[in-house]
């Protein structure tokens, strides 16, 4: 029983952890992209969004994703997918892709906007600090009450 008590938050950290490397990531990707300084018209082939949530009492969460395809300066045809750009580009617009010469399936049509970038990044990771922290907290807090308890409780 005392190990559900270590096992659920550990498994919370790890999660938290996970997303906040991915996120980093992501962050570093799109950082690179924009200074690169290798730009291209890319076309928006594509829009959809997608849903989640929405049961009970939940709200519902919606995703709006764009495709575009452009040609790298080396004549390279890339389609790439992202999520949650602005609404008012719709298919057939044309936009500025930013892409790093190794990688340019990695490309975002992003506006460069570093501070934005960071802030957010910033917001997430503060928010992943405060869960750790009351994870371990929570942990600790248990382990007391189990060690006090000298091994009464079921």
């Known amino acids: ?7 659920v ?35 928006c082939l594509r829009t959809y969004t997608t849903t989640s949530g929405g049961g009970g009492d ?5 995703t709006l994703h764009h495709v575009y395809e452009f040609a790298t300066r080396e004549g390279r045809t890339v389609r ?3 999520t949650n750009g602005p609404g008012t580009i719709l298919e057939g617009d044309t936009v500025t892709a930013y892409y790093v010469a190794e990688r340019p399936e990695q490309a975002t049509a992003h506006a460069p906007g570093a501070g934005k970038l960071w802030a957010g990044t910033g917001c997430f990771l503060v928010i992943a600090c405060v869960i750790i922290v009351f994870c371990v907290g929570f942990m600790v807090a248990v382990h007391g009450m189990f060690a006090e308890s000298g091994g009464l409780l079921p």
């Open 1 to 7: 029983m005392e190990l559900f008590f270590y096992l």
């Open 9 to 43: 938050p550990i498994l919370m950290i790890a999660g938290v952890l996970f997303g906040a490397g991915r996120l980093l990531l992501r962050a570093q990707r799109i950082r690179s992209a924009w200074n690169s300084g290798l730009t291209a018209p890319a076309r």
């Open 58 to 62: 939940t709200s519902v969460s919606t």
């Open 80 to 82: 790439f997918e992202e």
